[in-house]
């Protein structure tokens, strides 16, 4: 083995974020990767049931759906649309920070990622608020004027449940965000050990996939008439 | 320790490719393309969402194992929707003769 | 030969005090942990049964209204399903073996692993409080829309309880998955590995898939429940047969999650007990999956009387009886490898002659379920009754019971009495078939479950039944009690007591808590018995 290729493999084994039941830095880092790659995959499934549930529905109550996409707003949705998939790109950045070695960029990226997904949420809550105004709130307040109010119930059910999951998302990501960051701040991170930022970045491409998909799904039904 | 490391310009690329998506969506939404709204706006969503999974997730640049990952969440996906929706969507199939003892006649939307 | 001594230190000693045992990030001491847990929730599940079998000794309705008989049999199922069977196994054997038999020093994960605990015991709690306050009468399936609109029970508490509890079923999972994955030891190759990993992985893989989609499911209970939304209830233009879609689409791969893990056991066993090389290791391995991913293309053969379309229940039945083939492949391989060998009769051995006798009578009756008219005959009546407890009960928990005295020595350095474990099988043995097979038989007949009443020309065989599970009673507290016993007064066992192959036992008993001080290399199969003399004892 070569000298430098030694040193690395000395120093994957000694690095002091070393966990005791890995070999090398290496293992740990793939490991790290895998085990998050693993838990996107049960909250895709998470999600997938709300998806089936939305599925079915549209089929069955198209009127309903059109009627209940109309109330939402669009321009907003849009606006979070751009927001989000800014946000993903600035995680990527941070991410790609991290892996080069840049603490301080490292630590902006993810402050820019963790803004832009508060403007999400800001937005959010305006939706929320308005449909809370109108009385458009599933459950025992539910009054909606038109001919399919039940379904049109339906609809808006699957519409808060959907992105309220995802907004809860959203909000743990934060979470996640500012403790990374923190980490960041304080040097943590180096090529030979960025894995949580690489984890949070998995985990934020996602929530972003998500809302990718709620987008015309939720607010893009039958605008054409 | 090893990852690949994406430059700025491709980062910058899907960004871009991101939004003009985005906006093709909307833009299709104000389309009457009857029963082809819904396969188009989830199409283009599809697309999207690659295009994360792809760059900005690095599947494109990762382990076999990890693309398998990735795989086969979305395959069982498919599953839940593909055969429960054999159900909902073969229920009006079978037809009985009006008369005693026969079932009343299935209904779908109401 | 001489006489072993228990190690010095090993993992149970290294530390005492309670904070050492709650606060543990040790895959065993975390192994150990579940075991209490989930022995506790079998007894509270075993005592709901008890009840259950007492009232229906008599065909009125004279122990219990009907009422709490359907509380009854509700938290009997949903006890012994989610707070017993599915960890079981995983949880108890598998945190403790996986990265022994891997020749690693910990799960991936091991803050996730105790981390999990927590969560199954916070879930566990919630649903006895449930209990405690009153219980939930709706079936452990908690079909809507009595669920959510008809029920005045704890069908919200109960169902957040599971939710919770589903998370620990993921996160041990997502464990098992990562270490198989990326903490072998130099030489093990994927076709080296125990069979027993095989099945813990492929149990992994249903457990992240699945679980998810019940935990959804729940949540939507829940909203549907306490805001009346409408999307399960018909009246307000939803579909209960979605929510059974959902349920279902997890629940049916859970019963993998029951069975594969104790698959694996019997593969351990069947190979040391006959001292042969598992036959067909490939196809065992293989099989493994091919379970795994069928069991999730079945769901909907539990709902074939639900008012679905018949066209998607002909698709069902035919994928039913397609998932039966990689089971039948197991049960072959296992009677080859016994065929011929130097067979050692010994508990763990008997348990699991036990496993294979009672699982294909289960899964032959599940091919009569999958059959579209014969289902539609026997539907919500004991015949199902029996075919789940066969496979559940007769199979998973045999499986279990074999496990646990195959890995007892190692996992406490001591023997349990021999002769006790004996008898133990053979009382559980015709306890179990004293009580289940009746039970064909009546709902053959005709007889409904879920009644808290029966009619008269069904008693004859209840009381058998119901005989039966008093014996299937006592044949599971004998076990109890002895294996506690062992714990001071058992033969100290030796690093080997069995001469099996494995990296588990090339270890001392217990174990350290690092396991192994050197990484082992491997460089031969999993079951090389040939290569050994014939037996230790």
Redesign the interface.
Not at chain 3, 308 to 312: G, L, P
């Given at each position: 083995m070569s000298d430098s290729a030694s040193a690395e493999a000395s120093a994957g084994r000694h690095h002091a974020a070393l966990q005791h039941q890995f070999d090398t830095m290496e293992q740990q880092q793939e490991s790290a990767t895998l085990g998050m790659w693993v838990f996107l995959v049960t909250e895709v499934m998470f999600f997938g049931g709300l998806f089936m549930a939305y599925l079915l529905y549209r089929v069955w109550y198209p009127a309903a759906w059109a009627d209940g996409s109309r109330e939402l707003d669009i321009l907003l949705g849009g606006v979070n649309t751009v927001v989000l998939i800014g946000s993903s790109l600035t995680m990527a950045l941070a991410v790609r920070a991290a892996q080069t070695g840049f603490p301080r960029a490292t630590v902006n990226w993810l402050l820019a990622t963790m803004a832009l997904g508060g403007v999400f949420l800001v937005i959010k809550v305006f939706e929320y608020a308005h449909k809370v105004e109108l009385n458009h709130v599933p459950g025992p307040n539910f009054v909606f004027e038109g001919p399919h109010a039940r379904q049109v119930e339906i609809f808006l059910s699957l519409y808060f449940a959907m992105t309220g999951l995802h907004a809860l998302h959203m909000v743990i990501g934060f979470g996640l965000l500012s403790v990374i960051a923190w980490m960041a701040y304080k040097r943590k991170f180096s090529p030979e050990w960025y894995a949580p930022v690489e984890m949070s970045g998995l985990y934020w491409h996602f929530v972003d996939i998500v809302w990718i998909f709620l987008f015309p799904l939720l607010y893009l039904v039958d605008r054409a008439h | 320790m090893s990852g690949h490391v994406s430059p700025k310009t491709v980062s910058y690329t899907i960004f871009a490719s991101l939004m003009v998506l985005t906006g093709i969506t909307v833009a299709v939404a104000f389309i009457n393309l009857g029963p082809l709204n819904f396969p188009v706006a989830l199409s283009i969503a599809i697309v999207k969402a690659t295009l994360v999974i792809l760059f900005f997730m690095h599947v494109k640049y990762s382990s076999r194992l990890t693309k398998l990952v990735v795989a086969t969440g979305f395959f069982f996906l498919l599953i839940l929707f593909t055969l429960t929706m054999t159900d909902y969507l073969s229920r009006g199939w079978l037809t009985y003769p009006v008369g005693a003892g026969a079932p009343p006649a299935a209904t779908q939307a109401h | 030969m001489t006489t072993p001594l228990l190690p010095r230190e090993h993992y149970l000693n290294i530390r005492y005090g309670i904070a050492s045992w709650l606060l543990t990030k040790d895959h065993k001491r975390i192994a150990l942990l579940y075991l209490i847990g989930i022995t506790v929730f079998f007894v509270l599940g075993g005592a709901f049964a008890v009840l259950i079998r007492l009232e229906l000794a008599t065909p009125a309705g004279d122990m219990v209204s009907a009422d709490t008989y359907n509380k009854l049999f509700t938290m009997h199922g949903v006890v012994m399903v989610f707070f017993f069977l599915i960890p079981s196994i995983p949880a108890v054997l598998g945190n403790f073996l996986v990265?022994m038999m891997i020749g690693?020093?910990?799960?991936?994960?091991?803050k996730l692993n105790l981390i999990s605990w927590y969560i199954y015991m916070l879930g566990g709690i919630f649903t006895l409080w449930a209990v405690v306050v009153g219980g939930v009468d709706t079936g452990w399936t908690f079909y809507t829309p009595y669920s959510t609109a008809a029920s005045n029970t704890n069908v919200v508490a109960t169902g957040l309880g599971v939710f919770i509890t589903g998370f620990s079923s993921?996160l041990t999972g997502?464990?098992f998955?990562?270490t198989i994955?990326?903490?072998r030891a130099p030489g093990l190759t994927w076709f080296r590995l125990p069979l027993f990993i095989w099945a813990h992985y492929a149990t992994s893989?249903i457990q992240?898939?699945?679980?998810?989609?019940i935990?959804?499911?729940v949540?939507?209970l829940a909203?549907e429940r306490?805001?009346?939304?409408?999307?399960f209830d018909p009246a307000?233009?939803?579909?209960p047969?979605?929510f059974q879609?959902?349920f279902w689409?997890y629940s049916h791969p859970a019963v993998y999650i029951m069975i594969l893990p104790s698959m694996g056991v019997v593969s351990e066993v069947v190979a040391c007990f006959s001292r042969k090389t598992v036959f067909g290791y490939s196809f065992v391995a293989f099989s493994s999956l091919a379970i795994a991913v069928f069991g999730?293309?079945v769901?909907?053969h539990h709902m074939f009387v639900a008012g679905?379309?018949?066209?998607?229940a002909m698709?069902?039945s035919f994928l039913s009886f397609a998932v039966a083939i990689p089971s039948a492949v197991k049960v072959f391989n296992w009677t080859a490898t016994l065929y011929k060998g130097a067979i050692w009769w010994q508990a763990p051995l008997l348990f699991v002659f036990g496993f294979i006798g009672l699982f294909t009578i289960g899964g032959m009756t599940g091919l009569f379920l999958a059959a579209l008219g014969l289902d539609v005959h026997v539907h919500d009546t004991y015949f199902v009754v029996a075919h789940f407890h066969y496979i559940m009960v007769g199979g998973a928990i045999m499986g279990y019971m074999a496990g646990l005295h195959f890995w007892w020595p190692k996992m406490f350095g001591r023997m349990y009495p021999e002769g006790w474990a004996k008898f133990a099988a053979l009382v559980v043995f015709v306890g179990f078939n004293l009580t289940f097979f009746p039970q064909f038989v009546v709902g053959y007949l005709g007889m409904p479950r879920r009644y808290h009443v029966y009619p008269e020309e069904f008693q004859v065989l209840n009381v058998m039944s119901s005989a039966g599970a008093s014996i299937l009673g006592v044949g599971y507290l004998i076990p109890m009690v002895y294996f506690i016993w062992s714990l001071r007064y058992g033969k100290v066992a030796g690093p080997n007591p069995w001469g099996a192959t494995g990296l588990e036992w090339t270890t001392q008993s217990p174990p350290l808590t690092?396991n192994f001080t050197v990484?082992p290399v491997v460089n031969e199969g999993a079951y090389e018995y040939s290569k050994r003399e014939t037996r230790v004892v």
């Open positions: - | - | 990265p690693a020093r910990d799960l991936a994960f091991p993921i997502l464990n998955i990562v994955h990326r903490m893989l992240v898939l699945g679980t998810p989609v935990a959804i499911t949540l939507l909203l306490t805001f009346r939304i409408g999307i307000l233009g939803g579909d047969v979605l879609h959902l689409f999730f293309l769901w909907a679905m379309s018949v066209y998607a698709v069902f690092e990484t």
